[in-house]
């Protein structure tokens, strides 16, 4: 059965908006193009990196396009990695590209990122090298387990 009426209750202000969190950040990208829109959170200040609304709509823009080569809109695309700056430009690109994201806890050893991976049907994985002695890429790589 197909959905085609919804409803709500509550607050009618503000008005909801018919976009996409893609369009949202083009918005912002033309409205304010040079507005720091993400910091890194680290301890040494000197060490951060920012990005302004132009430049993410860039990345996400790019990131979009590479996974739109591999991916069909409508396919799960696994993130197994800790709180990056670059999850933030993947999420935008996932989502420009028309993709699901799985998000898997970096903390999970093979034998769970397994499961998940079968659960969600996950047609790819995006992973950082290591997280807390974690090896994850040697695990993608190193097939510790029987991954999908």
């Given at each position: 059965m197909m959905l085609t009426v919804s409803h709500t209750s509550g607050r009618a202000e503000p008005p909801l908006r018919d976009d996409t969190i893609g369009e949202l950040l083009a918005w912002a990208a033309e409205r304010?193009?040079?507005?720091?829109?993400?910091?890194?959170g680290t301890r040494d200040p000197s060490a951060s990196r920012q990005w302004t609304y132009a430049e993410l709509h860039a990345d996400a823009l790019?990131?979009?396009?590479?996974?739109?080569?591999?991916?069909?809109?409508?396919?799960?695309l696994a993130v197994w990695a800790r709180n990056i700056p670059e999850w933030v430009v993947l999420e935008f690109g996932a989502a420009m590209a028309g993709l699901v994201l799985v998000t898997v806890n970096p903390a999970f050893r093979a034998s769970e990122l397994e499961y998940v991976l079968n659960q969600s049907r996950a047609a790819g994985i995006v992973v950082i090298p290591e997280f807390r002695g974690n090896p994850m890429l040697a695990t993608v790589?190193?097939?510790?387990a029987e991954l999908p």
């Open positions: 304010a193009p040079d507005h720091v829109a993400l910091v890194t790019r990131t979009a396009r590479a996974l739109a080569q591999r991916f069909a809109p409508g396919e799960r790589e190193g097939g510790d």
